[in-house]
Nanobody
Framework: QVQLVESGGGLVQAGGSLRLSCAAS????????MGWFRQAPGKEREFVTA????????YYADSVKGRFTISRDNAKNAVYLQMNSLKPEDTAVYYC???????????????????WGQGTQVTVSS
């Protein structure tokens, strides 16, 4: 499995931006599809976005489409989540996840990923 460490969370006002990073180690990162999930207090972990192993395909939850952008740098073993126009309802712990999947496919469900980071808190104030 690949080890994942998120960073970049924090407190931001509504309408602001944050960029989350996820550093990966332990395996050939370019063979892994990557995803971002989030979990708000009292709620289940939900899918945010995913990207395939070479970065050519991405997918977004409707709630973040047009505001969030996922990207990856396989040379740096990292995946990023640029979050713009943040809303209070975006407040959650954000997790990156990995799944061995060379090619075009990317998972979008919790159980399809088998490596998770520890999470980073994002708080959006109104």
């Amino acid at each position: 499995q690949v080890q994942l460490v998120e960073s970049g969370g924090g407190l931001v006002q509504a309408g602001g931006s944050l960029r989350l990073s996820c550093a990966a180690s332990g395996r050939t990162f370019s063979n892994y599809a990557m995803g971002w999930f989030r979990q708000a207090p009292g709620k289940e972990r939900e899918f945010v976005t995913a990207i395939n192993s070479n970065g050519g395909s991405t997918y977004y939850a409707d709630s973040v489409k047009g505001r969030f952008t996922i990207s990856r740098d396989n040379a740096k073993n990292a995946v990023y989540l640029q979050m713009n126009s943040l809303k209070p309802e975006d407040t959650a712990v954000y997790y990156c996840a990995a799944r061995y999947a060379p090619g075009t496919w990317y998972p979008i469900r919790n159980h399809e990923y088998n490596s998770w980071g520890q999470g980073t808190q994002v708080t959006v104030s109104s």
